[in-house]
C-alpha cells in the first residue's frame, strides 16, 4: 500500500509499505481521509527522516471487520487516536487517555490501517469522510472535550489564543454554546477565516497589544476564560494576563515549562489553571450530537488533496496558509 514517509527538513515521500497485518480483534480499515495535525510539525520539520509517518485522524471504511459483532464490511468508521488496552478501569468507561498502557494510533497518511476494535467509532454514511475526520479525531475532539471542563455560559467572554485548526475549532464550538469570542493570532489567514466564522473579535498581536483590546472589549473586565492553542511560554504567560478576576485558564498547546508566579498569575485573583487533552471515547455520541444539531464544525477545512501530493498538502500546512488541512488515499 501507499503510505507518507517523513524524511525530516520538510521534505516528505509517498513510498509503497507492506499492507498492515490485522490481528485477533482489529478491523482492517480502507482509508479515505486522514488529517494533517499541528502535532506533526515537530516531526517534518525535525532533521532526521522516521520510518513512517505521524497522521493519527482519520476516516474511512471497513475493508475485513474480523470477529467483529459491531461493525462490517463496507461500515464508515473514524478511529479515536488514543489507543487504550480496552481491559483497565478506564478503558471499560471510555476514557482511553487515562490508560496507563495507552498507544498511539500508527500513521494514518496511507491506504489502510488495522485497528483495535474498541477504538473505532461508527460514522453514519450521510457524513462526509472528511467532516468524520474532525468528529473522531483532534479537529471536534479537542474543542469538545474543552468545552466539557470549561462549562462556557452564554455571555462568556473566551479568548482563544492560537488560530491554527484546534484554536478555530474552539473558537466555533464556543460561539455555537453562546460565548462572545476573541481570537489572537499573528497569521493574518488564520485571523481571516475566524472572521469569515462570524467570530465575534479577532486581533492580529503584531499589529495590536491584545492586553489593550481584550481590555477595551471587555471595559476592563478582561475574559472569562482564556484558551492556550499554541503551546508556547509566552503565549500561556499572554493567556494568564488576558484572564480577568475569578477567571479560568485553558491549557491545551503541548509544551515544556513555563514560569508562573502563583501570587500574581493565580493566587491573589482567584485564576483556575487547567488543562485537557484530547476527548474521552466515551464522549463521541455527544460530539455527533451536537453536530447534528447545526454545529459548524466542517469550515475549518480548507484543503483537500490526494496522498500523491503529501508534500504540497504538508507544505500548505506549514506555512500557515491553511486551516485543517486533508489528505484522501
Ligand atoms: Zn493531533
Ligand atoms: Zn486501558
New binding site residues.
Given amino acids: 500500500m501507499l503510505g507518507v514517509q517523513m524524511l525530516g527538513n520538510e521534505t516528505v515521500s509517498v513510498k509503497d509499505y507492506p499492507e498492515p497485518v490485522q490481528n485477533q480483534g482489529e478491523i482492517l480499515i480502507q482509508i479515505k481521509a486522514s488529517g494533517i495535525c499541528g502535532s506533526e510539525m515537530h516531526g517534518y520539520r525535525s532533521h532526521s527522516a522516521q520510518p513512517f509517518n505521524g497522521g493519527h485522524e482519520v476516516a474511512g471504511v471497513v475493508i475485513d471487520a474480523g470477529n467483529s459483532t459491531r461493525f462490517k464490511v463496507g461500515d464508515h468508521l473514524g478511529v479515536h487516536a488514543v489507543w ?5 478501569r ?2 471499560d468507561v471510555g476514557k482511553y487517555t487515562f ?1 496507563d ?2 498507544s498511539t494510533c500508527p500513521g494514518t497518511h496511507a491506504e489502510q490501517l488495522a485497528a483495535p476494535e474498541h477504538t473505532c467509532l461508527k460514522l453514519p454514511e450521510d457524513i462526509p469522510f472528511d467532516v468524520g475526520v474532525l468528529l473522531t479525531g483532534d479537529g471536534l475532539g479537542v474543542p469538545y472535550h474543552v468545552s466539557q471542563r470549561l462549562n462556557t455560559k452564554g455571555g462568556d467572554v473566551v479568548c482563544i489564543v492560537g488560530a491554527g485548526p484546534i484554536g478555530l475549532g474552539n473558537a466555533v464550538i464556543q460561539s455555537f454554546f453562546g460565548a462572545e469570542v476573541v481570537v489572537i493570532d499573528i497569521n493574518s489567514y488564520r485571523l481571516s477565516l475566524a472572521e469569515k466564522f462570524g467570530i465575534a473579535h479577532t486581533i492580529n498581536s503584531q499589529e495590536i497589544d491584545p492586553l489593550e483590546a481584550v481590555s477595551e472589549i471587555t471595559q476592563g473586565m478582561l475574559a472569562d476564560k482564556c484558551i492556550e492553542a499554541v503551546g508556547r511560554s509566552e503565549t500561556l504567560r499572554l493567556a494568564l494576563r488576558l484572564v480577568g478576576k475569578s477567571g479560568t485558564v485553558m491549557a491545551i498547546g503541548e509544551q515544556g515549562d513555563v514560569p508562573i508566579s502563583p501570587s500574581s498569575d493565580l493566587i491573589r485573583r482567584d485564576i483556575t489553571l487547567m488543562g485537557s487533552w484530547f476527548y474521552h471515547y466515551s464522549e463521541y455520541p455527544s460530539m455527533l450530537d451536537l453536530y447534528r444539531r447545526g454545529l459548524p464544525i466542517g469550515q475549518v477545512i480548507t484543503d483537500h488533496f490526494p496522498l500523491l501530493e503529501a508534500q504540497t498538502a504538508f507544505n500548505q500546512f506549514a506555512n500557515g496558509n491553511a486551516g485543517k488541512v486533508i489528505l484522501e488515499p
Fill in positions: 487504550g488496552c480496552g481491559n483497565c478506564w478503558c490508560c498502557q495507552r
